[in-house]
């Protein structure tokens, strides 16, 4: 792996000096960082107000009649419209069991057991594993690569890790025990960001998806496929999602604050962000192929 981009601190700790470094390896199209947090590094690393850890995150926001110019014609570009569920299309028909592993605050599980499912949660974030559970649903503390023994022995049709694969330190833990929960001919439904769009090269660390040092690694679609294949899961549909709302207000101001707490730590490789970027990365990615478009790839395996 050849070293990637360096990250002068966490953005959310303004006080935090320690710096993070990532690397990249082209071959595989997979970047991670290094050295590895140790597991009370990682905990700490959520110890603050981190979205999961509000309701009623996801809400739309008022726009300006230039912001909502520029989000209708990023929406119009969209090919892959976004929709109130994206997993409503992919867990369509009768009821599931379905586990789902990092739930956060549980909005994405909520609206899966209101399809008809029944889930089972697992999340380690004891904030957002309150919220979840005042949302009426079943959440066991632990993560992907230490599973809560309430799940031993247990066998699911579907697994779900919506931008969870990104915060593992051991993926390929992880990814095995989404094999062990899986029944025969299973599903694994997994959404990461993705780190091969052109949003990226130009925001570099200040990236609203890169969020170092909760991110630890850092997928593409063939990154993705090759873990699933060495656990022997079958890759049948991958899904862009994700493009106009990296256009959108809400994103750009959020990249805005996320570069202002880099530069003001020496990160200065990048240009400033701004609305007019925000025009700019329309322009440059209208008409982009999916994999440099896109901001998030979801990938639907079936275990073999």
């Not at 230039?66 to 929406?75: D, G, K, S, T």
């Amino acid at each position: 792996m050849r070293p990637w981009l360096r990250v002068p601190g966490d953005w959310r700790r303004p006080d935090e000096r320690a710096a993070y470094l990532t690397y990249w390896c082209d071959r595989c199209a997979f970047g991670m960082l290094h050295p590895s947090p140790t597991p009370d590094e990682v905990a700490r690393a959520y110890d603050l107000d981190y979205y999961t850890h509000d309701p009623h995150w996801g809400r739309p926001r008022r726009r300006t009649l230039e912001q909502r110019v520029r989000e209708h014609l990023a929406w119009r570009a969209d090919r892959r419209k976004p929709t109130p569920d994206a997993l409503a299309d992919v867990l369509s028909g009768p009821p599931l069991r379905i586990c789902e592993i990092g739930c956060g605050n549980g909005l994405a599980a909520g609206r899966m057991r209101d399809l008809g499912h029944h889930l089972t949660c697992v999340e380690i974030d004891p904030a957002a594993r309150a919220i979840a559970r005042e949302r009426g649903l079943d959440v066991h503390e632990g993560t992907a690569e230490r599973l809560p023994a309430a799940l031993d022995g247990r066998r699911f049709d579907v697994v779900v890790m919506i931008h969870v694969l990104e915060h593992c330190v051991d993926p390929v833990a992880a990814m095995a025990n989404v094999a062990r929960l899986l029944e025969p001919s299973g599903r694994f439904v997994c959404e990461v960001p993705n780190n091969a769009c052109r949003a990226l090269e130009r925001s570099g660390p200040a990236w609203a998806w890169f969020d170092v040092p909760r991110h630890l690694l850092f997928f593409s679609e063939r990154s993705l496929r090759g873990l699933c294949g060495a656990q022997r899961l079958h890759v049948e549909e991958v899904r862009y999602t994700g493009y106009y709302r990296q256009i959108a207000e809400p994103w750009v101001d959020e990249e805005q604050r996320i570069h202002d707490a880099l530069y003001a730590r020496g990160s200065n490789g990048f240009a400033r962000n701004s609305a007019r970027r925000a025009w700019g990365l329309l322009a440059r990615t209208a008409f982009a192929p999916a994999a440099r478009k896109y901001d998030s790839v979801m990938i639907v395996a079936r275990a073999t």
